[in-house]
């Protein structure tokens, strides 16, 4: 074996991405003639555009349909009746093109990362500052671990890769063990939070508060790791605490006051973000743009393209029977009833008075989309209702990787930690300012099922909960297997009540719910055939990765 399809896809890494008229400062690149390794990175500058791409392309195929096909079907959020189905039910194949897709994607980012690293080492003229040497590597190594925490958490054991280089000739790569992939991420994640500023050098850039928030999530999912319950790692919940602590008191970040306003375009990089995918509508290159609406939208007339394929797809009915009936706020963000106003969403219509002429109305939900809740967070809407800024399979509403609300409850679930509930007032002050905004009423004792439930019903479409059932399951596998077993994915219809002085429904449920059990063999998703077979070094026993080569 002398390459493996590995090494093809994170070998082609060479800037060969250009962003011109992007519409964003820093999204903006120089022509692809100027982006050659031994002539660039010679100021400030070009080291912020050389790490630009880090924040939409490199992530594109992850967010394009992994991000909810994963975080969300798997997680039992999402059913599909036409896509993703094996995720749904928990019978995945080493096969499918998006098993190797999802693979692959999050490698990309890891390669192009390394690249960055090097270049930057390499090339950058003594002319940059050195802070913003370190700011690009900062930047790179985020990510990186970031996609590293994505691989382990999915694949779990899985190769480490440093120097993209490297690789071309060896032909011993083997995985590394689930405690060095860990071991990995929180390093490159510290490295970041000492490194990124505590205030963006370009709107949309991360932070240190960006890196402390994520590290905060990460300290308190390796807390589990080969525990029992109750009997999580100490440290890592104090970590997890402190981090999440650091984030809340002194970011200055803040809960957008409206749910619903988070998932407008036009809120992208609000007080509430702490990071974000970066999207443009009218990039160049494919890729660069936000895919999502077109795949959840119900129809055409809500993008006003021949996109909007997601009438089939639509909430779990686990997952609607997990939202208090108050918690109206939420749901109507996250999912769409039949007979549901949106009146930032229009629909264009003939003016009868002006023959030629068109008005806009508020969208109505139809009242013949019964037998499905179909997903509204990301969707936007038309042109009109984004300033223009949607086309065909084209947005540029962000996608949210961390917000203060999860912190929020990542914060009290640490100060809780191995406890089996808690009246602290400070966990209750923050877990109870997530529900205060759904308009919902207080908890006075919190217990790990309220906090995940409550996440769950937070970041539902967010690509967040197939996670929350990882670390769940790192330290409590029986109760993790259990509660996805056990989730209702039946069909289920969901009629207006008539007459209702406000907005009322009501939702028939299956008689017999519909149930999809899962194994220990088949909790990850499996390795892609193509690797398998390429580089067969995967199916030999993982090994410790040795630090000593960072």
Same mark, same amino acid.
């Given at each position: 074996?002398?390459?493996?399809?590995l090494?093809r896809y994170?070998t082609l890494? @060479?800037f060969?991405?250009? =962003?011109?008229s992007?519409?964003?400062?820093?999204l903006d690149?120089?022509?692809l003639?100027?982006?050659?390794d031994?002539?660039?990175?010679?100021?400030a500058?070009q080291v912020?555009m050389?790490?630009a791409?880090?924040?939409?392309?490199v992530?594109?195929?992850y967010n394009?349909?992994a991000?909810f096909?994963?975080g969300d079907?798997?997680?039992g959020?999402?059913f599909s009746g036409?896509?993703?189905?094996s995720?749904? !039910?928990f019978?995945?194949?080493?096969?499918e093109?998006?098993?190797?897709?999802?693979?692959?994607?999050?490698?990309?980012?890891?390669?192009q990362?390394n690249?960055?690293?090097?270049?930057?080492?390499?090339y @950058?003229? @003594?002319?940059?500052p050195d802070?913003?040497?370190r700011h690009?590597?900062?930047?790179a190594r985020?990510? !990186?671990?970031?996609?590293y925490?994505y691989l382990?958490?999915?694949y779990?054991?899985?190769?480490i890769?440093t120097?993209?280089?490297?690789? *071309?000739t060896?032909?011993?790569q083997?995985?590394?063990?689930v405690?060095?992939?860990?071991?990995?991420?929180?390093?490159?994640?510290?490295?970041?939070?000492q490194?990124l500023?505590?205030t963006p050098?370009?709107?949309? /850039?991360?932070?240190?508060?960006s890196a402390?928030?994520m590290l905060?999530?990460m300290? *308190?999912? #390796?807390?589990g790791?080969?525990?029992?319950?109750g009997? /999580?790692?100490?440290?890592d919940?104090?970590?997890?605490r402190y981090?999440?602590g650091d984030?809340i008191?002194?970011s200055?970040?803040s809960?957008?006051?409206?749910y &619903?306003?988070l998932?407008?375009?036009r809120n992208n990089n609000?007080?509430?973000?702490?990071?974000a995918?970066q999207?443009?509508?009218?990039?160049?290159q494919?890729g660069t743009?936000?895919?999502m609406?077109?795949?959840?939208?119900?129809?055409?007339?809500i993008t006003?393209?021949?996109d909007g394929?997601g009438?089939?797809?639509?909430?779990t009915?686990?997952i609607l029977?997990?939202?208090?009936?108050?918690?109206?706020?939420r #749901?109507?963000a996250?999912?769409?009833?039949?007979?549901d106003?949106?009146k930032?969403?229009?629909?264009l219509v003939?003016d009868?008075?002006?023959?030629?002429?068109?008005l806009?109305? &508020? *969208?109505v939900v139809?009242l013949?989309n019964?037998n499905r809740?179909?997903?509204?967070?990301?969707?936007?809407g038309?042109?009109?209702d984004?300033?223009g800024k949607?086309?065909f399979?084209h947005?540029?509403i962000?996608s949210?990787?961390?917000?203060?609300a999860?912190?929020y409850l990542i914060?009290?679930e640490?100060?809780?930690?191995?406890?089996?509930?808690?009246s602290?007032?400070?966990a209750l002050?923050?877990?109870?300012?997530?529900r205060? #905004?759904? /308009?919902?009423?207080?908890?006075t004792?919190?217990t790990?099922?309220?906090?995940?439930?409550e996440?769950?019903i937070e970041?539902? =479409?967010?690509?967040?909960?197939?996670?929350?059932?990882?670390r769940l399951?790192y330290?409590?596998p029986?109760?993790?297997?259990?509660m996805?077993?056990?989730m209702d994915?039946a069909?289920y219809t969901?009629?207006p009540i008539a007459n209702? /002085?406000?907005?009322q429904?009501n939702i028939?449920?299956?008689?017999?719910?519909?149930?999809y059990p899962v194994?220990?063999?088949?909790?990850f998703?499996?390795?892609p055939d193509?690797?398998l077979?390429?580089?067969?070094?995967?199916?030999k026993?993982?090994v410790?990765f040795?630090?000593?080569?960072m």
């Amino acid at each position: 074996m002398k390459t493996n399809s590995l090494t093809r896809y994170i070998t082609l890494i @060479a800037f060969v991405l250009t =962003m011109a008229s992007c519409n964003k400062e820093f999204l903006d690149r120089l022509p692809l003639d100027t982006l050659v390794d031994a002539t660039y990175y010679k100021n400030a500058d070009q080291v912020l555009m050389g790490t630009a791409p880090l924040y939409n392309i490199v992530w594109f195929d992850y967010n394009d349909k992994a991000s909810f096909a994963l975080g969300d079907a798997r997680g039992g959020t999402l059913f599909s009746g036409s896509s993703w189905t094996s995720h749904v !039910r928990f019978n995945t194949s080493a096969s499918e093109p998006e098993v190797a897709l999802t693979w692959q994607s999050f490698y990309n980012i890891v390669g192009q990362c390394n690249t960055i690293i090097r270049n930057i080492n390499t090339y @950058a003229d @003594a002319g940059v500052p050195d802070n913003i040497k370190r700011h690009g590597i900062a930047e790179a190594r985020f990510m !990186r671990g970031l996609a590293y925490a994505y691989l382990v958490r999915n694949y779990g054991a899985v190769p480490i890769i440093t120097d993209n280089t490297k690789l *071309l000739t060896d032909t011993t790569q083997a995985r590394n063990t689930v405690e060095s992939v860990w071991e990995f991420v929180i390093r490159d994640l510290r490295y970041a939070a000492q490194n990124l500023p505590a205030t963006p050098v370009q709107k949309g /850039r991360l932070t240190k508060w960006s890196a402390e928030g994520m590290l905060a999530k990460m300290f *308190l999912t #390796r807390a589990g790791l080969g525990k029992t319950e109750g009997n /999580r790692s100490q440290s890592d919940l104090d970590s997890a605490r402190y981090y999440a602590g650091d984030v809340i008191k002194n970011s200055g970040a803040s809960l957008m006051p409206n749910y &619903e306003d988070l998932f407008m375009t036009r809120n992208n990089n609000n007080p509430e973000s702490l990071f974000a995918l970066q999207w443009v509508w009218n990039g160049p290159q494919w890729g660069t743009q936000n895919t999502m609406q077109s795949y959840l939208a119900f129809n055409s007339s809500i993008t006003g393209f021949s996109d909007g394929w997601g009438i089939d797809h639509g909430a779990t009915a686990d997952i609607l029977k997990a939202y208090e009936p108050a918690d109206s706020i939420r #749901r109507k963000a996250t999912f769409m009833f039949p007979g549901d106003h949106y009146k930032y969403i229009h629909q264009l219509v003939p003016d009868p008075a002006n023959p030629g002429k068109q008005l806009t109305q &508020e *969208l109505v939900v139809p009242l013949t989309n019964t037998n499905r809740a179909n997903v509204k967070k990301y969707v936007v809407g038309l042109p009109m209702d984004n300033d223009g800024k949607v086309s065909f399979m084209h947005t540029e509403i962000n996608s949210y990787m961390l917000r203060l609300a999860e912190v929020y409850l990542i914060y009290a679930e640490a100060i809780m930690g191995n406890a089996a509930s808690t009246s602290d007032a400070e966990a209750l002050r923050y877990f109870n300012a997530v529900r205060t #905004r759904a /308009r919902l009423a207080p908890k006075t004792s919190i217990t790990f099922d309220d906090i995940f439930k409550e996440k769950r019903i937070e970041c539902a =479409m967010e690509g967040v909960q197939w996670y929350e059932f990882v670390r769940l399951y790192y330290f409590n596998p029986t109760k993790a297997k259990d509660m996805l077993s056990k989730m209702d994915k039946a069909n289920y219809t969901v009629t207006p009540i008539a007459n209702s /002085r406000t907005r009322q429904w009501n939702i028939t449920y299956a008689a017999t719910p519909t149930n999809y059990p899962v194994t220990d063999a088949s909790f990850f998703v499996p390795y892609p055939d193509i690797e398998l077979t390429k580089a067969p070094n995967l199916r030999k026993p993982p090994v410790p990765f040795d630090f000593s080569k960072m």
